[in-house]
T-cell receptor
Framework: QKEVEQDPGPLSVPEGAIVSLNCTYS??????FMWYRQYSRKGPELLMY????GNKEDGRFTAQVDKSSKYISLFIRDSQPSDSATYLC????????????FGGGTRLMVKP | NAGVTQTPKFRILKIGQSMTLQCTQD?????MYWYRQDPGMGLKLIYY???????DKGEVPNGYNVSRSTTEDFPLRLELAAPSQTSVYFC?????????????FGSGTQLSVL
């Protein structure tokens, strides 16, 4: 069993839809949770960061962490074609070395 | 500022050949990392460095070597390339290495070993 599980997709939605992306994990020591967005043939870029449980909102994006269920989510409201990318969840117990464990990524396609 | 620059962008190697993937950064960051990304498998940490002269193994170091003689450069060496090393390689940096710090990634090197 992978330490971090993520549905690979692809997930195809119409423009304007609400998108829900999810990851489950098995390591209860994880405290730091991130979402990276990766466009085709590019390196990942940090989208959202959350510490421990709770919600965090940034514009159209909301990250949720439920540590009791070992489940994290990223919601995208009013999705745009420019949101089409692969979304990677990443998490860590602590540093050094920023030792992140990544999910396999979910490919999202937003159709105009 | 260029950020994190990786060269080459693409490379095809024959089994048993060797090569060096170059990574340079102009962000004056202390921490540098090498990841590999296989389809559907996420990113796996190969090696990392917390500063010039210091390197350490990550999750999948076998078949690779690194050096860090300067703050800016962190080359990844493949000796005796194998088909299992076919992957996309990403170099990344952070300033101080705290867990909540943002990783800055290069654009990647796509390597095929045939």
């Amino acid at each position: 069993q992978k330490e971090v599980e993520q549905d690979p997709g692809p997930l195809s939605v119409p423009e304007g839809a609400i998108v829900s992306l999810n990851c489950t994990y098995s390591n209860s020591a994880f405290q730091y949770f991130m979402w990276y967005r990766q466009y085709s043939r590019k390196g990942p870029e940090l989208l959202m960061y959350t510490y421990s449980s709770g919600n965090k909102e940034d514009g159209r994006f909301t990250a949720q962490v439920d540590k009791s269920s070992k489940y994290i989510s990223l919601f995208i409201r009013d999705s745009q074609p420019s949101d089409s990318a692969t979304y990677l969840c990443a998490m860590s117990a602590s540093h050094p070395g920023n030792m992140l464990t990544f999910g396999g990524g979910t490919r999202l396609m937003v159709k105009p | 500022n260029a950020g994190v620059t990786q060269t080459p962008k693409f490379r095809i190697l024959k089994i048993g050949q060797s090569m060096t993937l170059q990574c340079t950064q102009d962000m004056n960051h202390n921490y540098m990392y090498w990841y590999r990304q296989d389809p559907g498998m996420g990113l796996k940490l190969i090696y990392y460095s917390v500063g010039a002269g210091i390197t350490d193994k990550g999750e999948v170091p076998n078949g690779y070597n690194v050096s860090r003689s300067t703050t800016e450069d962190f080359p990844l060496r493949l000796e005796l390339a194998a088909p299992s090393q076919t992957s996309v390689y990403f170099c990344a940096t952070t300033k101080g290495g705290s867990t909540n710090e943002k990783l800055f990634f290069g654009s990647g090197t796509q390597l095929s070993v045939l």
